[in-house]
Nanobody, 122 residues
């Protein structure tokens, strides 16, 4: 069992930056692939970024590539999402997710956090 708690969301102007954090419980964090998904009002949840258990592989949605960076610190049981050059269309609830297998676009990870709101004003 893995419990995930996101933090770092908030209100930012377009062009600004935010860093989301996701703290995970459990001694097996380092064996889980991790990812970030988001859901905007009236839209389906979508994949944003993912990272392998070792951190050696990362994956991004085309819409955030070059602006967002996912990373992890296995010693701290934490995964991060650095978001730069934010746009109003990035406004959504951002969810952290974990899976003992692979997390990429089109997958549905086994464990989810409660979400954190990111609002980008124009």
């Amino acid at each position: 069992q893995v419990q995930l708690v996101e933090s770092g969301g908030g209100l930012v102007q377009a062009g600004g930056s935010l860093r989301l954090s996701c703290a995970a419980s459990g001694r097996t964090f380092s064996s889980y692939a991790m990812g970030w998904f988001r859901q905007a009002p009236g839209k389906e949840r979508e994949f944003v970024a993912a990272i392998s258990w070792s951190g050696g592989s990362t994956y991004y949605a085309d819409s955030v590539k070059g602006r967002f960076t996912i990373s992890r610190d296995n010693a701290k049981n934490t995964v991060y999402l650095q978001m730069n050059s934010l746009k109003p269309e990035d406004t959504a609830v951002y969810y952290c997710a974990a899976d003992p297998g692979t997390v990429v676009a089109g997958t549905y990870p086994a464990y989810w956090g409660q979400g954190t709101q990111v609002t980008v004003s124009s």
